[in-house]
C-alpha cells in the first residue's frame, strides 16, 4: 500500500504532523510540529484542485519524493499541503463507539 492508498484510506481521520509546515508568501515555517488535523482529501502532488501553499519539512528538503497532497483542516481552514510520509501520523481512534 502506498502513502497515498493509507491517506485515502484515512480521510475524515485525524494525522499529526511530527515537523513544522512551511508557509509560502515571506512566511517560512510556522514553528508548531505536533499539530493534529483532519484529513479532509489525499492526492497526488500536481493533482490537486488549487496549489498548495504549505509544506513540510521533509517534503520540502526531500523534493516531494514519496509525497502526497493531503487538503487538512488547519486552524478551522481547509488547507492544501505537500506532506512526505515521514511527517505523518495516522492517529487511530482505538475505543470502542458507544
Known amino acids: 500500500m502506498t502513502f497515498l492508498d493509507k491517506l485515502c484510506a484515512h480521510k475524515g481521520g485525524l494525522i499529526q504532523l511530527e515537523t513544522d509546515l512551511y508557509w509560502y508568501g515571506g512566511?517560512?515555517?510556522?514553528?508548531n510540529p505536533g499539530q493534529v488535523c483532519l484529513l479532509l482529501d489525499a492526492t497526488a502532488v500536481g493533482d490537486q484542485p488549487t496549489s498548495a501553499r504549505?509544506?513540510?519539512?521533509?517534503a520540502?528538503?526531500?523534493?516531494?519524493?514519496?509525497?502526497?497532497?493531503?487538503?487538512?483542516l488547519i486552524d478551522g481552514t481547509p488547507q492544501w499541503v505537500w506532506i512526505n510520509e515521514k511527517d505523518v501520523e495516522l492517529l487511530v481512534n482505538d475505543q470502542p463507539a458507544n
Open 27 to 31: 512566511r517560512g515555517y510556522d514553528g
Open 60 to 72: 520540502f528538503a526531500d523534493s516531494l519524493v514519496s509525497a502526497a497532497c493531503a487538503n487538512l
Open 54 to 58: 504549505r509544506i513540510s519539512r521533509s
